[in-house]
């Protein structure tokens, strides 16, 4: 791809032109950087791409993009050949610079923006199933990976730097996609990462504690979760959890909104449901009409999950009959609720790492459970450390027994992650500790009775753990199916 200097900058934004030669490519790690590239040099909270600018150079950079005056005088003065483009806001313009150099790829898409705490990935992918059975080619953007028909593009964090994501959007398109789902996190949206996207529809789940190392308040990361709404275009519905408080802000603050919940006043109202048959039958109220879904997605925040995708669905113009047909086609998402089995033993695998998910999930497994819920969790280090003593809290009072260990402690030591969850406990009755993640799922399964349920919660989908600078192989699936093998006369069995 080639383009003018011209075609992707304002006028008003070039400081300097040192050349006239084309660009290649887009930057913002010179470690990327070829010859033709344009580097943008942003400050971010663990390096400042300024101090990489020489690299850039070096590699073959001709343009350099800075909001800082003096650096931009320092650059023209030690090199008079490069352009020099200086702005107010680096992350904007490399958003809106990003979606001029590959051809605003999301005007020719219909994009879907899903954010809140909890609820992103499963709601994107309830989504993203209900329009391929509609036979609409769509794309994923989320934790679980970037896909195009279920086949994998790349691996990623939750949702891509700009650059990735305006790039991303053009492959998507390249091949073929009308729609795309994307899971958008509060870092995105503060970071600017998805500024400019013209979205079709906007989704709020939930928010709750979670991120506070990053955000420092609830308030700063609901303020966050606010941008992805301000840029929606006011015929775009806004689809929000009425039973959240703070989306019960977000719907009296946007007259595009529709919302979905318990409340009687929830354009898409969850009137009922309850287990049936391994499965969850829904009843829904749309504009004064009952109708019913049943899904093989369990648990009590799936029905939220599963209300958000309808109610996303129909004011996108998918006609509720066919929602009905194909709901109970779904199928769960990977370390979402997934269920290994045997010999009358469950082992539920989810994602849940905040609070607010932990409750949930084992709330919903309390509702199912024939004798004793053990739960399997730890936290991840250098992060959010207000959320440990919370999670311990709530492991104790809706488990029956707790095994604390270890997620990604990254940096940290595992004991100190471990010390800050017990501060939330109230004893240490049936609570065991075990720092390594592999030998406290084998002592949870060894301690298991036919009847009981045990969560592994935490990591989800993840195939890895980070310790340390290390990141190693690692599947809480694969782990658990190991060890309910080696107990004597289980027949596997996974949902």
């Not at 971010?44 to 650096?71: C, E, N």
């Not at 320092?74 to 090199?79: A, T, W």
């Not at 390594?436 to 592994?456: Q, V, Y």
């Not at 990591?459 to 192989?473: A, C, D, P, S």
Request: charged share 30%; net charge positive; proline share 3%.
């Amino acid at each position: 791809m080639e383009k003018k200097l011209k075609e992707i900058f304002e006028e008003k934004q070039i400081f300097h032109k040192g050349n006239d030669k084309p660009v290649l490519s887009l930057e913002n790690n010179s470690r990327n950087v070829k010859k033709g590239s344009v580097f943008f040099a942003i400050k971010g909270i663990t390096a400042d791409g300024h101090k990489f600018i020489p690299d850039a150079i070096k590699k073959g950079a001709t343009t350099v993009v800075v909001q800082d005056r003096k650096i931009a005088e320092d650059i023209k003065s030690r090199y008079p050949q490069i352009n020099i483009i200086l702005v107010e806001n680096t992350r904007i313009t490399q958003a809106e610079t990003a979606r001029k150099f590959y051809g605003y790829p999301d005007r020719a898409l219909k994009i879907i923006g899903i954010t809140g705490t909890n609820g992103k990935t499963t709601t994107s992918h309830i989504i993203a199933y209900f329009l391929e059975f509609y036979g609409k080619t769509t794309g994923i953007i989320g934790t679980t990976g970037y896909k195009i028909r279920d086949k994998v593009i790349s691996e990623g964090r939750t949702t891509p730097d700009a650059i990735q994501w305006f790039s991303l959007l053009d492959r998507f398109r390249k091949k073929g996609a009308e729609f795309v789902v994307a899971e958008i996190s509060s870092h995105a949206l503060d970071q600017y990462r998805v500024y400019s996207t013209e979205f079709d529809a906007a989704v709020f789940t939930n928010l709750s504690h979670d991120h506070l190392d990053y955000h420092k308040t609830l308030e700063e990361y609901f303020l966050a979760k606010r941008r992805l709404f301000e840029q929606l275009s006011l015929e775009k519905p806004a689809v929000i959890n009425a039973d959240d408080k703070y989306g019960k802000r977000l719907i009296k603050e946007f007259k595009n909104a529709v919302s979905y919940g318990k409340d009687p006043n929830a354009d898409l109202r969850i009137v009922d449901y309850k287990l049936c048959d391994s499965q969850t039958c829904i009843d829904f109220e749309y504009k004064g009409k009952r109708f019913g879904i049943k899904s093989l997605l369990l648990g009590d925040f799936n029905v939220y999950n599963m209300a958000a995708a309808l109610l996303t669905l129909i004011e996108i113009g998918i006609p509720i009959e066919f929602l009905i047909e194909k709901a109970p086609f779904i199928k769960p998402v990977r370390g979402r609720f997934e269920v290994v089995e045997g010999n009358g033993i469950k082992v539920i695998i989810d994602y849940a790492h905040t609070p607010d998910a932990l409750e949930n999930v084992l709330k919903s497994i309390n509702k199912i459970k024939e004798k004793r819920v053990i739960t399997v969790f730890g936290a991840g280090g250098d992060r959010d450390r207000e959320k440990r003593p919370l999670m311990g809290k709530i492991a104790q009072r809706l488990s029956d027994i707790v095994v604390i260990t270890s997620d990604n402690p990254r940096s940290e030591d595992p004991m100190d992650i471990i010390r800050d969850i017990k501060t939330g406990l109230t004893s240490e009755k049936n609570i065991f500790v075990e720092i390594d993640r592999e030998k406290a799922i084998e002592k949870a399964i060894n301690m298991a009775e036919k009847g009981d349920i045990i969560l592994i919660a935490g990591k989800g989908h993840e195939t890895y753990q980070i310790i340390g600078n290390k990141t190693i192989h690692f599947d809480d699936k694969e782990v658990a199916k190991k060890y309910l093998k080696n107990k004597t006369g289980y027949n596997l069995l996974t949902k």
